[in-house]
Structure formats: C-alpha cells, structure tokens
C-alpha cells in the first residue's frame, strides 16, 4: 500500500515538475517574440551577418592584392 502511495506520490511530483518546466519555456517562448526583444535580435543578426561579411571581403580583398 505505500510502495503504491510512494509511486503515486513521485507520479504527481514529476507531472508537477514537467509542467513547471512547460510553463518556464512557455514564458521564454513568449519573450523571445515580445516585440522589443524580437528586435533587438534581429537588430543584433543583422550587425554580425554584416560584419562577418565585411571580415570576408577584407580577407578576399588582402589575399587578391
């Protein structure tokens, strides 16, 4: 009978655990597309996909010379 409580106890423990998580990644999920931060990441991808182009052409640029 308390090994069947025990098992039923960690049961609800772990139901209660994945949920919290869920909500947790939920919550993340949500901030990312809030719109500020959505932004600001595109805002940031745009500057490195911009500077790791500008790093290319100098190296392409020093080899060709």
Known sequence: MQERQAAASEETELERSVAE???IIAEA????????????????ATIYGVNRLR???SRKGSAAA
Do not use: G, I, N
């Open 21 to 23: 998580a869920l909500r």
């Open 55 to 57: 790093r290319r052409l």
């Open 29 to 44: 999920q949500a901030e990312r597309v809030d719109a500020p931060v959505r932004t600001a990441r595109l805002r940031l």
